[in-house]
T-cell receptor, first 113, second 117 residues
Framework: NAGVTQTPKFQVLKTGQGMTLQCAQDMNHEYMSWYRQDPGMGLRLIHYSVGAGITDQGEVPNGYNVSRSTTEDFPLRLLSAAPSQTSVYFC????????????FGPGTRLLVL | AQKVTQAQTEISVVEKEDVTLDCVYETRDTTYYLFWYKQPPSGELVFLIR??????QNEISGRYSWNFQKSTSSFNFTITASQVVDSAVYFC??????????????FGKGITLSVRP
């Protein structure tokens, strides 16, 4: 099993550009989530999904879109990047919910100029 | 709403010292889960422990031990005889025992531990 994979590992964007951060898992997990990590702020939940076709907002959803068309994939879309979205993004998955051990991807470091 | 507080932001110890990382949580649920994760300098997040609210037994795993006290809403983590490889950021996290909607994991802000040789 590859576990949770994220691409790209690093990305530089200009303000206003859009991009999609990819996340995939091969563990047949129903629950997937996206976090951003900023210095001194810990990890904050952006969006999460409890199964294909079902998504919901977390603590800091503004500026991000998600969809979940398959169990395996949970992409995070930035429609118009802003410097405030410079961060490290982690995708995570677990079997059913957030009360179970989350398996994290390696992270994507995003710099918005 | 659930909340996790890690009041210590940075701790520096000399190798072989014992160190305790504090975690205080808030939740209105009676059933919940607590976690500790480690983030070494390489950046990945490593799962350390998961504990449910009905199990107040202390846990020991090698040099690591955890003290869960519901009376004080705390879930503290102790590293005995610290080593340089323990240098990392440590996160405490809380989830209420729900699946489906409102299934959210809340993290503390993390404690940066530096172990000096």
């Amino acid at each position: 099993n590859a576990g949770v994979t994220q691409t790209p590992k690093f990305q530089v964007l200009k303000t206003g550009q859009g991009m999609t951060l990819q996340c995939a898992q091969d563990m047949n997990h129903e629950y997937m989530s996206w976090y951003r990590q900023d210095p001194g702020m810990g990890l904050r939940l952006i969006h999460y999904s409890v199964g294909a076709g079902i998504t919901d907002q977390g603590e800091v959803p503004n500026g991000y879109n998600v969809s979940r068309s398959t169990t395996e994939d949970f992409p995070l879309r930035l429609l118009s990047a802003a410097p405030s979205q410079t961060s490290v993004y982690f995708c995570a998955s677990s079997y059913r919910g957030s009360d179970e051990t989350q398996y994290f991807g390696p992270g994507t470091r995003l710099l918005v100029l | 709403a659930q909340k996790v507080t890690q009041a210590q932001t940075e701790i520096s110890v000399v190798e072989k010292e014992d160190v305790t990382l504090d975690c205080v949580y808030e939740t209105r649920d009676t059933t919940y889960y607590l976690f500790w994760y480690k983030q070494p300098p390489s950046g990945e997040l490593v799962f350390l422990i998961r504990r449910n609210s009905f199990d107040e037994q202390n846990e020991i795993s090698g040099r690591y031990s955890w003290n869960f006290q519901k009376s004080t809403s705390s879930f503290n983590f102790t590293i005995t005889a610290s080593q340089v490889v323990d240098s990392a950021v440590y996160f405490c996290a809380l989830s209420e025992a729900v699946t489906g909607a409102n299934s959210k994991l809340t993290f503390g802000k993390g404690i940066t531990l530096s172990v000096r040789p």
